[in-house]
């Protein structure tokens, strides 16, 4: 998508460019749209067919793509693997690492498959099958309420690297906030199949957009901020902007270094 988008334009500025930063567009959408289409629904199918394949946080259908290939890429590794499938769609080694890439590389095997319809995976078929996990899940998401949209089941939640994993997270998390994107958009927020409705497994902490021509010109927002101290004014201060995809100004030069200085910390030898 990243090279569809540079290949719209010759000329960019950096609005140009921070655009594709927040790109949310699908392509395995776009690759299985057709196979969907055609095996699902009528109400699905007329939902499906209004959508513009961007998995917006604000939209139902992307909410139910997402769930639908998650429980579709579990039936494919099950259908080959009945004892092992958990390990195929990302199951980790361990409680402290509980996912694995393998999860990561699923939908890309699975839109191959989807397309192709090979014989032998499935006794009532590819069609078949597609709509009863369609169906599976729409049932799912109805327990958010009536059609929720994608950041309302899937929200992003910053965790304190140490006390966020204590009582007191609360106090020092930042979210939840509902999000756009998945594991195949540029605006990257990670859904596992194993766990598709669980916390973001990975997304971009950087925004930046730099003017070679123009180096004052630049600017970069990080989610949170740039002190991992709670107490710090600096800790959540550009977690809006990043969610934006903006950015707060990049100091170059020496007389702008002094100028956006707060305070110096001197290293003294002893």
């Not at 990243?2 to 690759?31: F, T």
């Not at 209004?50 to 997402?66: H, K």
């Not at 078949?128 to 799912?140: F, N, R, S």
Request: proline share 7%; net charge neutral; aromatic share 10%.
């Amino acid at each position: 998508m990243i090279v569809e988008e540079l290949a719209k334009r010759e000329k960019w500025d950096l609005a140009g460019a921070a655009s594709i930063q927040m790109c949310v567009r699908s392509i395995p959408w776009r690759e299985m749209r057709e196979v969907v289409l055609k095996s699902v629904s009528s109400s699905v199918r007329k939902r499906f067919e209004r959508w513009n394949g961007d998995i917006a946080a604000d939209s139902f259908p992307s909410a139910l793509f997402e769930v639908f290939i998650a429980r579709m890429a579990i039936r494919v590794s099950q259908a080959k693997a009945p004892k092992s499938w958990d390990w195929a769609v990302g199951k980790g080694a361990s409680l402290l690492n509980p996912f694995s890439f393998f999860g990561y590389r699923r939908i890309a095997h699975l839109i191959e498959l989807m397309v192709c319809e090979p014989e032998g995976w499935f006794d009532q078929g590819w069609p078949k099958t597609i709509a009863i996990a369609m169906d599976e899940a729409e049932k799912e998401l109805n327990a958010f309420g009536k059609q929720p949209g994608w950041g309302t089941v899937r929200p992003l939640t910053l965790q304190h690297i140490m006390l966020g994993r204590t009582p007191l997270r609360r106090a020092f998390d930042l979210g939840p906030v509902p999000v756009s994107g998945d594991e195949h958009t540029p605006n990257h927020a990670s859904a596992m199949p194993l766990d598709p409705l669980g916390p973001v497994k990975s997304m971009p902490n950087l925004r930046a957009t730099i003017d070679v021509g123009n180096w004052s010109a630049s600017r970069f927002s990080i989610a949170g901020g740039q002190s991992g101290n709670p107490f710090s004014p600096h800790y959540a201060d550009l977690f809006e902007s990043w969610q934006r995809g903006e950015g707060v100004p990049v100091a170059f030069t020496a007389e702008e270094v002094a100028s956006a200085s707060v305070d110096v910390l001197k290293l003294i030898p002893a």
